[in-house]
């Protein structure tokens, strides 16, 4: 399930990666693709289908999303940082609780 990430160096470039992610292995509509677009609601993906998302992007840029990840997410934005501050692209998300911190930190080699 692993796809390229030439060219990703940034957040910004994550965030573009994952659209496009979306809108070739699901279909979804690029418009409906913003930051503040819910993965479930707007962008109407199954919990399955967020799922798989977070397995193309773990095996992508081999990272590792510990268990309740679904829990912290819920806007298209979020996944995005998220997965951008595991890999060291941005900041620690302002969002996500310390308990989940600490588990993501505890798989993944995260700089302070």
Known sequence: ?????EGVSNWMHMFRWIVKLI??????????????????????????????????????????????????LVKLEELCLLASWIKGYYKRPEFISDAFEARCRSINQIAA
């Open 23 to 72: 809108r070739d292995e699901y279909g979804v509509d690029e418009a409906l693709l913003t930051r503040n677009a819910t993965l479930e609601t707007d962008i109407q993906l199954s919990i399955d289908q967020v799922e798989q998302v977070l397995e193309y992007i773990s095996e992508s840029f081999a990272i590792r999303f510990p268990e309740g990840t679904l829990d912290e």
């Open 1 to 5: 399930m692993s796809k390229s990430i």
